[in-house]
């Protein structure tokens, strides 16, 4: 079973503005374009991954269903990434498609004051992306709050791998993503005493 995402994007002051279209919605505007992406909408199966759902909401324009698949509220158990839905905006300053193809691939960046969350997504063969940080400012150090599918490495019961590294414009973050998977990302602004906590992001692949 399938989700099927259709995504508008329109010019407004400031960046890209995105929409989800809801089932049976009709757009009145003409000059529009829009990217379809399919995603697994069950996630009930033995090798379920739970880092889709958490890059998905940084795609959707109602990202709340995606959370849906931790289950209720009573069986969460501290799992660490859940971070990332609470440091999440709703409303963003610019919007980005930066890498994508249909049935393959999609990586998109969005930006809410000096913060960036970006989701990637694969296909069902997996695939090994990359994450081109020239976006970024030049000149600032972010720290880089990395949450991917960690199999059994990972103890928790979602087996989300949360990674920590320090980045900048100049860096290209390499991702090995699983069939059926994605990567989120966090990037913050740190200071030069912040930094000291964290290693500098080294080449390897997530």
């Known amino acids: ?29 003409k000059r529009c374009r829009y990217l379809v ?30 959370i849906f698949w931790y289950d209720r509220p009573q069986f969460y158990n501290g799992e660490p990434e859940i971070e990332w839905f ?10 980005h498609v930066l890498d994508g193809m249909p049935g393959k691939n999609i990586t998109m960046a969005r930006r809410k004051d ?5 989701g990637m997504l694969t296909n069902n063969d997996g695939s090994d992306e990359t994450l ?20 059994e490495e990972v103890k928790t019961k979602t087996r989300v791998k949360c990674s920590y590294v320090l980045v900048g414009a100049e860096d290209v973050i390499k991702f090995t993503l699983k069939p059926r998977g994605g990567a989120a990302v966090r ?5 030069e005493k912040e930094a000291k906590a964290y290693k500098k992001y080294g080449g390897e692949s997530f």
């Not at 079973?1 to 329109?10: D, E, M, N, S």
């Not at 609470?86 to 919007?95: A, G, K, P, W």
């Not at 000096?114 to 970006?118: A, M, S």
């Open 86 to 95: 609470e440091n999440l905006q709703t409303v963003f300053d610019e919007s």
């Open 187 to 191: 990037l913050v602004p740190v200071t």
């Open 114 to 118: 000096k913060e960036w969350f970006v």
């Open 37 to 66: 992406v399919c995603q697994p909408a069950c996630f009930a199966e033995a090798d379920a991954r739970i880092v889709p759902a958490v890059a998905q909401m940084g795609h959707c324009y109602s990202p709340l269903m995606t």
């Open 132 to 151: 081109d940080c020239s976006f970024l400012d030049k000149n600032q150090t972010y720290l880089a709050s990395i949450y991917t599918d960690g199999g």
């Open 1 to 29: 079973v399938y989700a099927l995402y259709l995504t508008r994007w329109g010019c407004h002051e400031g960046g890209v503005k995105t929409e989800h279209a809801e089932s049976g919605g009709v757009w009145k505007e």
